[in-house]
């Protein structure tokens, strides 16, 4: 599961992975892959490794991984307890920082900036969906949603937040506080609020691990939407069902990746013209990364 604070404070008995592992055989090469020549890699790590330290243990989370992940795909990342996804997601979200190795975001090596400078990024380029929905209780769920807008010099604060829930079909719930709503309603007003900065990335934890089997998947129909509006959106998940709903699935295994695939034939096939419209919709990166900086 995310956590946020400094980079030394995931729970590494959760992500430990075995000293005396080895990486198993998989296809090479991890990256692009079926993405075209000119996709534009979003996420990149190179030779990342993530340790930590028990006592006078060292637990190695993640071992020498390389991988890319381009603007507009759709990543499952899956793996047993203790196999380095919840590390993997940290990373990602510039909640933790790699012991060695690069982690690029947007093509800008971020793995040594400072908290201060972190922050800025996860504000403007990351949007986090939780499990359990972490929204402020006393809080409606427009003001819940306008709260990354808060630290930010955005303007219409209001009217994008109104907009963002209205993309998840639920304005007529703007005034309601979380307790007045059921757990597919929270996890709509959490997508939105993922949504209201327009991030590059969408990183999403077990989105649907508290909710029944059908308020799963209308959550996932909304994922599935927001893919084709030319969305970025990687998921940690141990359903294969949802998995299937992606068009490529990462397996980590005691910190490794194991297997890297594409799925040609997803459950819920999206738009072609994606990532046309995200070109469209949002500046291009170095902007972002220069407000960040």
């Not at 994008?160 to 996890?187: E, F, I």
Request: positive net charge; aromatic residues 4%.
């Amino acid at each position: 599961m995310m956590t946020s604070g400094q980079h030394n404070s995931a729970n590494p008995t959760r992500d430990a992975a075995s000293p005396a592992s080895t990486p198993p055989p998989r296809s090479e090469p991890v990256g692009l892959g079926r993405q075209d020549a000119h996709a534009v890699p979003v996420i990149e790590l190179i030779d990342l490794h993530k340790n930590y330290r028990i006592g006078t243990e060292i637990v190695r989370a993640l071992r020498g991984v390389t991988l890319s992940i381009a603007e507009n795909e759709y990543v499952a990342i899956m793996g047993p307890s203790g196999s380095g996804k919840s590390t993997m997601m940290n990373i990602f979200g510039c909640l933790d920082v790699p012991t060695s190795g690069e982690f690029r975001l947007s093509g800008k090596d971020v793995s040594k900036l400072s908290q201060s400078r972190l922050a800025r990024i996860r504000g403007c380029q990351i949007g986090f969906v939780f499990q359990s929905f972490e929204l402020l209780p006393r809080t409606t769920a427009l003001k819940n949603v306008q709260l990354p807008l808060m630290y930010t010099q955005a303007t219409k604060k209001r009217a994008r937040a109104m907009a963002a829930l209205d993309r998840v079909g639920l304005a007529d719930r703007a005034k309601h506080h979380p307790n007045q709503l059921s757990g597919g309603q929270k996890q709509r007003v959490a997508i939105a609020r993922a949504l209201v900065q327009e991030p590059d990335i969408i990183l999403a934890d077990e989105p649907t691990g508290n909710l029944d089997s059908k308020t799963g998947e209308e959550i996932m129909a909304i994922f599935d939407s927001v893919y084709s509006e030319g969305q970025t959106i990687i998921m940690v998940t141990h359903e294969e069902s949802i998995a299937a709903r992606c068009r490529r699935v990462i397996r980590l295994r005691d910190g490794y990746v194991e297997s890297d695939t594409w799925n040609d034939r997803p459950s819920k096939p999206s738009s072609e013209t994606a990532h046309d419209k995200r070109e469209a919709r949002l500046p291009n990166d170095s902007h972002r990364l220069a407000a960040a900086s």
